[in-house]
């Protein structure tokens, strides 16, 4: 592959690179975007998926800029967030976090936004902004408890993995699927295909 297909996710998530490589993409570099995540006030969350997304894409841009390896690379980035209408909900780091996000989705419609922005080779930046909306079943004090003891919400956006256990919880998703776990694969291919980027060039031996 040419240099000016060379592709970084600016990404420290495994669940990213997973879904990646489902559509045949494995980027020639990772390189995680260490941004401050905090809303700002009164922001609302498809507001701060869309900002997250463009500040993790350009802080990695800034910092390849004199990589001659790289300089024209494509850049993508991505950010995801949960929301009760404008309420958002924080990436769950402890168990309080998760058991008050829980109660909150328990029985109830949430929405999953992601921001995705690409950087392309000319400098030019591309956005989009993806919307899932989810239903959880009321969740029992037994579900609840040993979701919570399952430690699968750590790090996770709304305090749930719906690629793991709390899939059994939903009982109804309008949107992308991908878009929920992190990276929305059909607008993630979309936008590097109408960009120039050879989202197909590898199908052919992939094996997929
Ligand atoms: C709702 C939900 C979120 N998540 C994850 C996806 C994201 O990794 C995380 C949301 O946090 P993000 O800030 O979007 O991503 P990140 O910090 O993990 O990775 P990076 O910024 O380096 O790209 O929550 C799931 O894995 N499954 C889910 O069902």
């Known amino acids: 592959m040419s240099d000016q297909h060379k592709f970084v ?10 879904l990646l490589s489902q559509i045949g ?15 700002l006030r009164a922001e609302h969350p498809r507001s701060l998926a869309r900002r997250l997304s463009r500040l993790k894409a350009e802080k990695i841009a800034h910092e390849l800029r004199n990589d001659p390896d790289f300089s ?11 929301a009760v209408g404008r309420r958002i909900l924080p990436k769950a780091e402890i168990l309080d976090d998760a058991a008050a996000c829980l109660r909150l989705l328990s029985g109830r419609s949430h929405r999953v936004y992601t921001g995705l922005c690409l950087i392309t080779p000319q400098g030019k930046q591309r956005q989009d902004l993806i919307e899932t909306r989810v239903r959880f079943k009321r969740l029992s004090r037994e579900e609840l408890e040993s979701y919570l003891a399952s430690g699968e919400w750590r790090g996770k956006a709304g305090g749930y993995a719906i690629q793991g256990l709390a899939g059994g919880f939903v009982v109804k998703l309008v949107g992308s699927y991908s878009n929920v776990v992190g990276l929305p694969l059909y ?22």
């Open 72 to 82: 024209g690379a494509y850049i993508m980035a991505a950010d995801t967030v949960v």
């Open 187 to 208: 607008e993630t291919a979309s936008l590097l295909h109408g960009e120039g980027y050879p989202v197909y060039a590898n199908w052919q031996s992939s094996g997929h």
């Open 9 to 18: 996710l600016a990404s420290g998530s495994p669940r990213r690179l997973a």
């Open 25 to 39: 993409i494995e980027p020639d570099r990772l390189l995680p975007a260490d941004v401050d995540e905090s809303p």
